[in-house]
């Protein structure tokens, strides 16, 4: 019987190795089980495909929907401490949110977003390539209130508190705290309306 080409060989090992990355990709995209994270409340769903980091460090309230190609990208460093992320009760994280955590991202209760939300606790520096990954600022804390709204695409930079009841418009990138009951717009988001407490009516500022 005759050998196998090492071309042939050579496209079965190709082939193999293939099949093999596929299925760490397809076991990557599933969320882990309730029991793994820190907290996980009833009838809260994570909709697969999703991307979850580090569950143990993640705390995720009632009622809560994690909408399709999510990614809590939640990550420990050797000088930090342990990563803290907070999501409340029934929120709802649309598709393709990525939420970065090094540090504490706390996410209160009732929040809802857009497709396509960016928040994060730490920035990228440039990287000079020497280093065996790309340097990252150190961890500022971001506090989203309850009831908030974040608009579709919308950024939420490190150490930014975003108070209750506010609403963030679409696209708009958040570097400095927003008032509660604040309505901002823009890059970088300024505030251009409150919400008057009395009246529940959005004023001009």
Request: with cysteine.
């Amino acid at each position: 019987m005759a050998r196998p080409s090492a071309d042939l060989l050579r496209r079965l090992q190709e082939r193999r190795a293939g099949r093999v990355r596929w299925r760490r990709t397809a076991n990557a995209l599933l969320p882990p089980p309730p029991r793994t994270y820190a907290a996980y409340g009833d009838g809260t769903v994570i909709v697969p495909p999703a991307r979850i980091e580090l569950p143990e460090c993640i705390q995720i309230g009632s009622g809560t929907i994690v909408h399709e190609h999510a990614w809590l990208c939640v990550q420990r460093r050797p000088h930090l401490a342990r990563p803290q992320l907070r999501i409340g009760n029934r929120v709802s994280l649309n598709r393709f949110v990525k939420v970065v955590c090094l540090g504490s991202v706390d996410i209160g209760d009732d929040v809802l977003t857009g497709d396509r939300v960016y928040i994060s606790d730490v920035e990228h520096l440039p990287w000079s390539g020497d280093e065996d990954e790309h340097p990252l600022t150190d961890p500022q804390p971001v506090s989203i209130g309850d009831r908030v709204f974040l608009g579709i695409s919308a950024i939420v930079k490190p150490g930014v508190t975003i108070g209750a009841d506010a609403y963030v418009g679409a696209a708009a990138v958040v570097r400095e705290d927003v008032p509660a009951g604040g309505l901002v717009v823009g890059d970088p988001a300024r505030l251009v309306r409150l919400r008057n407490a009395e009246t529940g009516e959005w004023e001009r500022v």
